[in-house]
């Protein structure tokens, strides 16, 4: 069955660090989407990929889509503490949304 | 403009027994997903209302329905509650399905069921 896949599970950086977390689907996606998810809080969305190869960015945010539609990564270019949470994909096809498992990512100071 | 709002937030059940969440999407919003999270399986997709019509179901058992009202506003139920439902129950609501401006989601309901 359909299956999005995200690695790594956990991350620890130090701030100033890069961080980047992967996302790959079994299946092609027609568009891909990212959440972050604060301790505590509730999925907030990023943003969303649609294009083949599409290559978007929100300042030290970097995110990409496949040239295939099966994969895409999230890369954070020197993190901050803020940046602290849960970075999800989800993954559209069919029109049903599957997320990844998630990548944990803690900065320390 | 207010977010999505989710009833309750807290909620305490006993095996067996039935719930309702409840779910208000932002003004204008007219889809409505519900999504089980639980630190074992993760978020796992429930189902999505458009214009109160059903658009997909996730792999949940039939004790899972809902449904959409004419306001866009969204009930869960849970039916014969077991202890492996406890979990925080969110709502994502969004203009139309596969929204480029994605899915906004609620607070959620945590459930636990005893």
Same mark, same amino acid.
């Given at each position: 069955?359909?299956?999005?896949?995200?690695?790594?599970?956990?991350?620890?950086?130090?701030?100033?660090e890069?961080?980047?977390?992967?996302?790959?689907?079994?299946?092609?996606?027609?568009?891909?989407?990212?959440?972050?998810?604060?301790?505590?809080?509730?999925?907030?969305?990023?943003?969303?990929?649609?294009?083949?190869?599409?290559?978007?960015?929100?300042?030290?945010?970097?995110?990409?889509?496949?040239?295939?539609?099966k994969?895409?990564?999230?890369?954070?270019?020197?993190?901050?503490?803020?940046?602290?949470?849960?970075?999800?994909?989800?993954?559209?096809?069919?029109?049903?949304?599957?997320?990844?498992?998630?990548?944990?990512?803690?900065?320390?100071? | 403009?207010?977010?999505?709002?989710q009833?309750?937030?807290?909620?305490?059940?006993?095996?067996?027994?039935?719930?309702?969440?409840?779910?208000?999407?932002?003004?204008?919003?007219?889809?409505?997903?519900?999504?089980?999270?639980?630190? #074992?399986?993760?978020?796992?997709? &429930?189902?999505?209302?458009?214009? @109160?019509?059903?658009?997909?179901? +996730?792999?949940?058992? =039939?004790?899972?329905?809902?449904?959409?009202?004419?306001?866009?506003?969204?009930?869960?139920?849970?039916?014969?509650?077991?202890? #492996?439902?406890?979990?925080?129950y &969110?709502?994502?609501s969004?203009? @139309?399905?596969?929204?480029?401006? +994605?899915?906004?989601? =609620?607070?959620?309901?945590r459930?636990?069921?005893?």
């Open positions: 069955g359909q299956q999005v896949m995200q690695i790594p599970q956990y991350q620890h950086v130090q701030e100033g890069d961080f980047t977390t992967y996302c790959n689907s079994s299946t092609t996606l027609s568009n891909i989407q990212w959440y972050k998810q604060r301790p505590g809080g509730h999925p907030v969305f990023l943003i969303q990929l649609v294009k083949s190869g599409e290559v978007k960015k929100q300042k030290r945010l970097t995110f990409q889509f496949g040239e295939a539609k994969n895409s990564s999230l890369h954070i270019t020197a993190t901050q503490t803020t940046d602290v949470g849960t970075y999800f994909c989800a993954g559209d096809n069919f029109n049903k949304f599957y997320f990844g498992s998630g990548t944990k990512l803690n900065v320390k100071p | 403009k207010a977010g999505v709002t009833t309750p937030r807290y909620l305490i059940k006993t095996r067996g027994q039935q719930v309702t969440l409840s779910c208000s999407p932002i003004s204008g919003h007219r889809s409505v997903s519900w999504y089980q999270q639980t630190p #074992g399986q993760g978020l796992q997709f &429930l189902f999505e209302y458009f214009s @109160e019509t059903q658009r997909n179901k +996730g792999n949940f058992p =039939g004790r899972f329905s809902g449904r959409q009202f004419s306001n866009s506003r969204s009930e869960m139920n849970v039916s014969t509650l077991e202890l #492996g439902d406890s979990a925080l &969110l709502c994502a969004s203009l @139309e399905p596969e929204s480029l401006y +994605g899915y906004t989601f =609620g607070s959620g309901t459930l636990t069921v005893v």
